[in-house]
């Protein structure tokens, strides 16, 4: 576990947030679901003893990092997102597949689900994925990466548990973990993590958990707006500009095509409703955004038997404009 440190679990960077100098941690989480899924990734880390999490070491380059908004110039996106209706949620769920992609140290490239709440300037965010993002770790692999802000962007939120606020609670290390195995284009079967972020119906914090495993919690002390639930949920690739304009690639760094294996891609999909149900997004509750068809593309597939609903998505990057 040579890139992670076992902390005493009371010690963890969370409680240094002054909203949650007094906390009690919460250990009962209440959700009906269990996942067996066949795909399941398995992680060669060795967990912390009992009463310890595992934080992950930071390397010094990552404290000047971009900020990760929608209108930050030098994104771009190919999303399924939920229809702006007044809606609300109560969580988001997906298969994801792992890929492992080339990225020059000023980019950086995601597969994410992404929860929100709030008017633009006060935009409560939390965002679950995978990411391959030098300037952050410090090396270009894929890691399982979580990121949240409570006032878009401007002074709250960081990545993973670089400052307080995330609580972790598993002892099997996730929040930062390079995925030793990634999906291999062509392959018979896809290396896949399953996030699911929930709001807990009693307390009002936002859970996450991996596999159906739990492995922490943002505080509701954290947020102003998804306290109240979430109001748009984005399932995407992201990809970051570096200032020559180039983008690196997006998914597996190929177009989607019509073999669903071959293609990177958001499977199961669902989300939790008003009343915390989990429930499969109709067609009618979704739309599909690209913002750069040169670059990257999105092909839907709706529901089937075998993955529910899904989508793929992807692309070589390169000169998209900004």
């Not at 919460?26 to 992680?43: G, L, P, R, T, V």
């Not at 003893?49 to 030098?74: C, F």
């Not at 969580?91 to 008017?119: C, D, F, M």
């Not at 071959?262 to 989990?278: A, D, E, G, R, T």
Request: charged fraction near 20%; include cysteine.
């Amino acid at each position: 576990m040579n890139d992670f440190d076992c902390v005493d679990i009371y010690k963890q960077p969370a409680f240094q947030h002054p909203m949650l100098k007094h906390h009690k941690i919460q250990k009962q989480f209440i959700s009906n679901e269990s996942h067996k899924s066949k795909d399941k990734y398995k992680i060669n880390y060795q967990n912390c003893p009992k009463g310890m999490v595992p934080i992950l070491r930071q390397t010094n380059e990552t404290e000047s990092i971009h900020l990760d908004s929608v209108e930050y110039p030098g994104q771009h996106f190919a999303t399924l997102e939920t229809v702006l209706d007044g809606t609300i949620y109560r969580g988001a769920e997906a298969r994801i597949s792992v890929h492992s992609l080339t990225v020059q140290n000023n980019q950086y490239s995601k597969s994410q689900i992404w929860l929100e709440n709030g008017p633009r300037n006060q935009l409560n965010s939390i965002q679950v994925g995978w990411t391959v993002h030098p300037r952050l770790y410090g090396d270009s692999l894929t890691r399982f990466t979580i990121y949240w802000t409570a006032d878009g962007y401007r002074k709250t939120g960081c990545y993973n548990t670089k400052c307080p606020g995330f609580v972790i609670v598993a002892q099997e290390p996730w929040i930062g973990i390079a995925f030793n195995k990634t999906s291999i284009y062509g392959g018979k079967t896809s290396v896949i993590v399953q996030p699911q972020i929930f709001q807990d119906g009693v307390t009002g914090n936002w859970v996450l958990k991996i596999f159906d495993q739990l492995i922490g919690y943002w505080p509701k002390e954290l947020f102003t707006h998804l306290n109240n639930g979430a109001s748009l949920i984005r399932f995407e690739g992201n990809t970051f500009t570096s200032p020559d304009g180039i983008s690196p690639p997006m998914g597996n760094g190929y177009f989607p095509s019509t073999d669903f294996q071959k293609s990177s891609h958001f499977s199961f999909i669902k989300v939790k409703n008003l009343n915390y149900q989990s429930i499969d997004l109709g067609d009618k509750e979704t739309r599909p955004y690209v913002d750069s068809y040169k670059c990257f593309k999105l092909k839907y597939w709706g529901y089937h038997k075998q993955t529910r609903v899904a989508f793929s998505l992807g692309g070589p990057g390169g000169n998209c404009g900004l």
